[in-house]
Structures are given as C-alpha cells and as structure tokens.
C-alpha cells in the first residue's frame, strides 16, 4: 500500500494520497473484522456470525471511506482502487505467510 502510493506520487501528491486512502480503508475494514471476530471464546454459530457480521462490516467500512474519498475529498478514482487491491493483496499475502512453516495438525 505505502509502495504504490509512492509509486504515484510521481503523478502527484493528490494521486498518492488517494493510493493511501484506498488502502487505508481496507486496513480499517480489517480492524474492524478483527475486532468482532476475535472476541472469545464462544459457540460455533456464534463465531461464524461474528466472522459473516465482520466481514460484511469490512466491505462497509471500505467502500464508504472509498465513497468519501472520491465524493467529499475529491480524489481521482484509479490510484484509490491500485490502493484498495494493494491492501487486498498484502492481506491476502500475509495470510497465506503465516501458514508457511507450521505443520498442520490433524485429528487424533
């Protein structure tokens, strides 16, 4: 995120800060994911509605800071969308990173 905001800061700052809006919105999003998700231990059905209400809650908080990016801000829409999948793509990247390594545990 921080790299393609720099990437184009060569087009100016107002591009660079969208770049970092775009993918600010998504690590707000995920914050908020992991802020009712992780809350305890709890029954199945719960924690899987806490992960559907966080993930949904996610995408909201994503595209309406998205949404006052480019309405109330003024920012140019593209650099915010290379931001928003930059932030994907790191998520997405450290998840699969921490997977690497730990050896998965089967039933006994």
């Not at 087009?11 to 914050?31: C, D, E, F, R, Y």
């Not at 480019?70 to 650099?79: A, D, E, I, T």
């Amino acid at each position: 995120m921080g790299l393609v905001a720099l990437a184009f800061l060569v087009k100016g700052p107002a591009q660079a800060l969208a770049a970092l809006v775009g993918g600010a919105s998504l690590v707000a999003g995920n914050a908020l994911v992991a802020r009712l998700a992780l809350g305890g231990v709890v029954p199945a059905r719960v924690a899987f509605a806490r992960l559907l209400l966080g993930t949904a809650g996610k995408w909201l908080v994503a595209m309406l800071v998205f949404a006052i990016g480019l309405g109330v801000w003024r920012l140019p829409p593209l650099p915010m969308l290379y931001g928003l999948a930059a932030g994907l793509f790191a998520y997405l990247l450290a998840l699969n990173l921490g997977k690497r390594g730990k050896p998965q545990q089967g039933r006994s």
